[in-house]
């Protein structure tokens, strides 16, 4: 709930942050009052669609969203958002990625696992500079919850 932003912006970094849940904008703002050094531009989005010109940002990080597109037509819905992120990337621009890894079919309906092969498909259109698997036991102290994480850049 603007936890990453908050991180973020606190080391002098221009933050916009987009979620489609008003509850958690509304939670994210309530947050950001506690802190008021940091500023947030928080707005509510969907990220298959962003509200930004080609070329806006020099970065963007996207945590805990990928996954949550679950069939029929979810392969459509994170080819929308990938685009888009690509999209509004300058060239040479970097994005930050990390998605819940396993067997898909473990995670359906609710959630959308993701192999290597998923990962690599969703992330196509960058250079990767980094990828790795990553155990995550800070989002919820499971042994058994892995994350796929990357840093790419879209090509200038």
Request: with cysteine; hydrophobic share 40%; aromatic share 10%.
């Amino acid at each position: 709930m603007g936890r990453d932003s908050f991180y973020l912006a606190d080391h002098s970094l221009s933050v916009t942050a987009g979620d489609l849940a008003s509850s958690g904008l509304v939670i994210a703002r309530q947050t950001q009052i506690k802190f008021t050094k940091i500023l947030v531009d928080f707005i509510q989005i969907d990220a298959r669609c962003l509200p930004f010109g080609n070329n806006s940002f020099e970065g963007v990080y996207c945590f805990g969203l990928l996954h949550e597109f679950t069939q029929p037509k979810g392969w459509l819905d994170i080819s929308q958002v990938m685009e888009e992120i690509y999209r509004v990337l300058e060239p040479g621009g970097i994005l930050l990625l990390a998605v819940i890894s396993g067997d898909p079919q473990e995670g359906l309906p609710h959630v959308l696992l993701f192999t290597e092969e998923i990962f690599d498909r969703a992330t196509q259109s960058f250079s990767v500079i980094e990828k790795e698997l990553v155990d995550d036991l800070g989002c919820t102290g499971r042994e058994d919850y892995h994350t796929w994480q990357g840093v790419f850049r879209k090509n200038a």
